[in-house]
């Protein structure tokens, strides 16, 4: 049993940690594009590998088009406030710079529209939320709220992007979905949309800052 939830506790830990860690490898000058390419890759490889560790149910349903109108609320809130508030930095992505523009457009949109959104929904809305409330985390079902765990997960999600407003914002609506569904698909599936709309944004606006 114990081998088991470890193995379980590394399904969800391993690609977050990897995730966050890979970018910091830019202290090397390695190439930017080629870095995130290649991150998109391990972490895609990690979320395969774990994939039946997770609890993950995949509905075509009404869930499925309301996690859609989320996604797109989200990303409208993301824009429209982006000059309102300081960000804590600024990074720039822009593919055309890149010695192969269409290999580093194609790995930023599957970067950002599945492996961030599933990696990043499954450690703090399948993961930390949960064992936030109890230690054996595994006994805790999927949008179990208690005001702790709703403050931090708000707060580490918010303030673990630049734009930490739009975060905590984002992260808000997130954790009510999840409260409301039971159901981690259901916020990967709105984080996704949001995202996704947030690259055809910068694809038609070039505003590369907002990658």
């Known amino acids: 049993m114990e081998t088991k939830n470890t193995n379980k506790i590394y399904a969800y830990l391993v690609p977050f940690i990897l995730y966050i860690s890979i970018p910091l490898l830019n202290f090397l000058n390695i190439d930017q594009y080629l870095l995130y390419a290649l991150r998109t890759i391990i ?8 994939w039946k560790k997770y609890e993950l149910k995949i509905k075509l349903d009404l869930q499925l088009f309301q996690s859609l109108v989320i996604g797109l609320l989200i990303f409208g809130i993301w824009i429209s406030i982006d ?4 960000h ?7 593919p055309y710079e890149s010695t192969f523009p269409l290999i580093s457009i194609i790995s930023k ?3 950002m ?8 929904e499954l450690f703090t809305r399948g993961f930390l939320m ?4 109890s230690k054996n985390w595994e006994r805790v079902k999927i949008g179990t709220f208690t005001l702790f765990s709703f403050i931090v997960t708000v707060l580490f999600f918010g303030f673990a992007h630049e734009r930490w407003l739009a975060g905590i914002i984002t992260g808000i609506i997130l954790n009510l979905w999840i409260y409301k569904k039971k159901d981690i698909f259901a916020t990967i599936t709105a984080h996704s949309t949001a995202n996704l709309a947030l690259a055809i ?6 505003n590369w800052s907002l990658w």
Do not use: C, D, K, M
Not at 43 to 50: E, G, Q, T
């Open 109 to 111: 949109i599957v970067g």
């Open 201 to 206: 944004y910068v694809l038609v606006t070039q």
């Open 88 to 94: 804590l930095g600024t990074s720039i992505y822009n």
């Open 130 to 133: 949960r064992i936030l409330i």
């Open 83 to 86: 000059r309102f508030y300081p």
């Open 113 to 120: 529209v599945f492996i961030a959104a599933i990696v990043e």
């Open 43 to 50: 972490i895609a490889s990690l979320i395969i590998y774990f």
